[in-house]
């Protein structure tokens, strides 16, 4: 059996973690290292490893991820000001952890998406 990844460990309650939201396709729970005022990482239950391995038996979690996104914004109070969603994939992405993610930032201006 391939062994669990970090977030499966943490969805399943193994690890701990501040856990915002949870339903029957996602579990979202705050970044151990957060980059802004609000930073939560939303994560299929399914451990898909990157956004190359998704398939379309997967849109209906990669679609849950927006919705789980926008009411957990809603929640944090930054939905009115807005954030910013992001997937990392692979190495040039600055993926770390194999097993896909959105992450969920906002509380601050967040400035340019890239640096230059
Ligand atoms: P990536 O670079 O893969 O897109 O993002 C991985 C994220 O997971 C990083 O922002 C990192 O801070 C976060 N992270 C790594 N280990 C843990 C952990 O054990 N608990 C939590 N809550 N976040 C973690």
């Known amino acids: 059996m ?15 973690a501040d856990m915002v939201y949870e339903d029957d396709l996602v579990a979202a729970f705050r970044d151990i290292n957060p980059q802004a005022p609000t930073h ?3 994560v299929p239950k399914k451990p898909i490893p990157t956004v190359d391995d998704v ?3 997967d849109e209906a979690a990669l ?6 996104a ?14 910013r969603l992001i997937i ?6 600055g993926q770390e952890v194999y ?8 509380g601050r201006p967040l ?3 890239l640096s230059r």
């Open 70 to 83: 926008a009411k957990i914004a809603r929640r944090e109070g930054i939905s009115s000001n807005g954030y």
């Open 99 to 106: 097993h896909l993610h959105m992450h969920l930032l906002g």
């Open 88 to 93: 990392n994939c692979r190495e040039h992405g």
């Open 111 to 113: 400035g340019r998406m």
């Open 40 to 42: 939560i990482l939303i």
């Open 63 to 68: 679609g849950r991820l927006f919705t789980a």
């Open 55 to 57: 398939s379309e038996e």
């Open 2 to 16: 391939a062994e669990e990844t970090l977030f499966t460990k943490i969805i399943n309650k193994e690890i701990p």
